[in-house]
């Protein structure tokens, strides 16, 4: 009995031994792509990271800052925001990469939101240079009350009604109207005095 025991638990010891290597690859792996970052080449780190994150069952804290801090770099800003944030909230302000966290987060928000304004911006601008075809139509049904000229709205007794502002109760716009609306550019005032 004793023979057959001792396999089983050379094998269980050689598991075991074999998962602390795996594992201590997955932190000289972390290491170097934080060298990496260090040095300058994001899209190598980003691979190394990458690496550990897909493959180690329970990811360092230290990883979410790192990683965050690359996706910085690498301008995935939204990315950068979301890691530098699981990093201070799971170390808090006694993380080892407090002081750099917060640097990278506002660096990284600040980028986010230029480009979201950016992306908004040019949107409008779009919008504003397109003219919308009205297919040959000399008049278009108006977006706001869709033809019926009136718009109800639910009071807490009854429901109220008023005339529809920019198709003057007509229930259709002209199409350069529709048009201006569409680019948000159409006032109330502005269909009503034409």
């Known amino acids: 009995m004793r023979f057959i025991i001792s396999p089983f638990l050379l094998f ?10 795996s594992e201590s690859e997955y932190y000289r792996r972390m290491d170097y792509g934080h060298q990496l970052m260090i040095a300058g080449d994001y899209q190598a780190a980003q691979t190394e990271f990458m690496f550990v994150l897909e493959n180690m ?6 990883l979410a800052y790192l990683f965050g801090r690359n996706s910085f770099h690498l301008a995935l800003y939204k990315q950068s925001v979301n890691w530098l944030n699981k990093y201070l909230q799971l170390k808090g302000t006694k993380g080892q990469y407090y002081k750099e966290a917060i640097q990278y987060l506002q660096f990284s928000e600040d980028r986010y939101m230029e480009l979201q304004r950016s992306l908004k911006q040019d949107q409008s601008n779009a919008l504003i240079s397109s003219k919308y075809d009205c297919g040959g139509l000399s008049k278009m049904i108006c977006p706001v009350c869709k033809g019926s000229g009136v718009i109800f709205k639910q009071g807490i007794f009854d429901i109220h009604y008023q005339t529809c502002p920019y198709s003057s109760g007509e229930g259709y716009l002209s199409c350069k109207d529709y048009n201006l609306f569409m680019m948000g550019v159409l006032s109330p005032q502005d269909s009503l005095s034409r």
């Open 12 to 21: 269980f010891i050689f598991s075991l031994h074999g998962q602390s290597l």
């Open 57 to 62: 069952a329970v990811i360092p804290t230290n």
